[in-house]
C-alpha cells in the first residue's frame, strides 16, 4: 500500500503546491508530518480543503477578472459558450487555405497570377493539417488563425491581426540560384519573402522546409 502511494508522486509531507510554484503546510507543523496510506484521507481533504480556498481567492480572482475583460467584454460572456469562447479569443486549429487567401495580398511587384504565388497556394493546399499548422506557426509565430474577419462583409473594415498576409519578394541581392534560395518570414508584420521557385515540387520541398525550422527563433 505504502509503494502504491510512493507512485503516485505525491508530496512525502502535508504540504501542497500552490498555483504560484509557492509550497506551504496544509496544517500546523505539516511540513514534518509524513504522508502515510492511514492518513492518506486526512490529506486529500486538507488538499480539497486549500484547494477551493485558493481558487476563490477574491484578490486572485478581481485580477483575473480585469485581465480577461481586455479581451472580451464581461457582458457578453453569458452569451458564449465555452467553445464559442475559445473560438473568438483562440481562432480556429483547422486552418483554412481559401480563408488564408482571401486575406492575403502581394507587395508590388507581386501579382497572385505570378507562376511562383501560383505554386505557393498550390503547395499550402497539398499539406497536412499539422503542416499548415507549421507554417502559420513559421509565419506568424501564431498556431491558430481567426474563424473570420469583418472585411468578408464589409471591404472597408479593419483586417483581425495578424490578417492580413503579405507576400513579398526574398529582399537583398544574391547571386545564389533561385531554387537554392530559403524562404524568410517576418512574423510581426505575417511577412512571407517568397521566391520565384521555378517548379511546385521546389516551392513544396521549401515550404516544408520553413514548417521545420518554425520552432528556431532566428528563422525570419
Not at 526574398?170 to 517548379?199: H, N, W
Request: hydrophobic share 35%.
Amino acid at each position: 500500500e505504502e509503494a502504491v502511494l510512493n507512485s503516485l508522486g505525491l508530496p512525502t509531507f502535508f504540504t501542497y503546491r500552490q498555483y504560484n510554484g509557492k509550497t506551504v503546510e496544509l496544517t500546523e507543523d505539516g511540513s514534518n508530518i509524513p504522508l502515510r496510506f492511514s492518513n492518506r484521507h486526512q490529506y486529500c481533504n486538507l488538499v480539497r480543503q486549500y484547494a477551493l480556498r485558493e481558487l476563490l481567492a477574491r484578490q486572485a480572482m478581481a485580477q483575473i477578472r480585469a485581465g480577461f475583460a481586455t479581451i472580451v467584454p464581461l457582458d457578453i460572456l453569458s452569451l458564449l459558450s465555452p467553445c464559442d469562447l475559445q473560438l473568438r479569443i483562440s481562432g480556429q486549429s483547422h486552418i483554412n487555405v481559401e480563408l488564408l487567401r482571401s486575406h492575403t495580398v502581394c507587395q508590388t511587384g507581386l501579382d497572385m497570377t505570378d507562376p511562383h504565388i501560383q505554386f505557393f497556394w498550390a503547395a499550402l493546399r497539398s499539406l497536412t493539417q499539422s503542416q499548415l499548422a507549421g507554417f502559420v506557426k513559421f509565419a506568424c509565430n501564431q498556431e491558430r488563425l481567426p474563424v473570420t474577419c469583418p472585411c468578408q462583409f464589409d471591404p472597408g473594415a479593419p483586417h483581425v491581426p495578424p490578417f492580413p498576409m503579405k507576400l513579398g519578394p526574398p529582399g537583398g541581392r544574391s547571386s545564389q540560384d533561385v531554387d537554392q534560395r530559403f524562404i524568410r518570414a517576418e512574423t510581426c508584420m505575417f511577412l512571407i519573402k517568397l521566391p520565384q521557385y521555378t517548379t511546385l515540387e521546389i516551392m513544396t520541398s521549401k515550404l516544408l522546409e520553413a514548417t521545420h525550422c518554425r520552432d528556431d527563433p532566428l528563422h525570419g
